[in-house]
């Protein structure tokens, strides 16, 4: 009985623990002038796709080193690897077994690009946390915008069995509507489901293959938390 309750105690404490140095490191980047995009969902719903897409769009507005990229992940540099080819800063963290990402591992990743003096030739940085549904979403790293990716392969129902994660998003998109013809996935339903949820959220339609749906979450970004350009 005593050590169940224990157990719990330390959970907590490590989340407001957690959210009390998110606050810090959100003043941090504030202080520097840059924006962060921080990108959730579970493994292979297609987070490093979209950013690459995005990654390319943003560079027709920004020069590559104002864009930083922090890939998280259990183990590999795969991630880190695809985005680097754009010549955007870029660094990798491995958690060494931890399903999301701490505010630890983004300070490190942090003093990896150069420290915060590094951060004020910023305009935008990314995040793209463990692929993991559900730690992930409670552990928050500071950003101005949280984007939850699903996919149309992971079941309709995704949301509603994700109700936290789906609240806590401020930015939910929907990816590779393109394969959504050849598995009957109602959309209509996963977009009503994420609504009721999360009322505030824009809801974006995205195929990262096509591109399809990477303008309009692009703006959307921009017009959530607008970037300054250096
Ligand atoms: N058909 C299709 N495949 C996609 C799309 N986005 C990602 N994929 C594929 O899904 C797999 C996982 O993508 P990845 O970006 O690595 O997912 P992550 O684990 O969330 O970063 C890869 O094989 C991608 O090529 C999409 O919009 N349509
Ligand atoms: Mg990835």
Redesign the pocket.
């Known amino acids: 009985m005593a050590s169940t309750k224990l157990v719990k105690f330390i959970g907590r404490d490590v989340l407001s623990e957690n959210a009390k140095l998110a606050e810090r490191l959100r003043r941090l980047y504030d202080e520097a002038g840059v924006k962060v995009y921080e990108f959730l969902?579970?493994?292979?719903?297609?987070?490093?796709?979209?950013i690459?897409r995005l990654v390319e769009r943003m560079l027709r507005d920004f020069k590559p080193d104002e864009i930083a990229y922090i890939g998280g992940d259990i183990a590999t540099t795969l991630?880190t690897e695809r985005i680097a080819k754009y010549g955007v800063r870029h660094v990798q963290i491995n958690t060494g077994g931890t399903c999301h990402l701490e505010v630890p591992h983004v300070e490190a990743a942090i003093k990896a690009l150069g420290g915060p003096e590094a951060l004020r030739s910023l305009s935008i940085m990314i995040i793209?946390n463990v692929?993991n549904l559900i730690c992930p979403f409670n552990f928050p790293l500071g950003a101005h915008l949280r984007v939850m990716?699903a996919?149309v392969t992971e079941g309709e129902d995704k949301f509603i069995k994700h109700p936290l994660s789906t609240r806590v998003s401020d930015v939910i998109v929907i990816?590779?509507?393109?394969?959504a013809k050849y598995i009957g996935v109602d959309l209509d339903k996963m977009i009503s489901d994420a609504r009721s949820l999360n009322p505030r959220a824009p809801i974006i339609l995205?195929?990262?293959?096509?591109g399809e749906g990477i303008e309009e979450l692009y703006q959307t970004l921009l017009r959530l938390a607008p970037p300054a350009r250096r």
């Open positions: 969902g579970g493994p292979g719903s297609g987070k490093t796709s979209v690459e991630d793209e692929g990716v996919d990816n590779k509507i393109d394969l995205v195929s990262a293959r096509t």
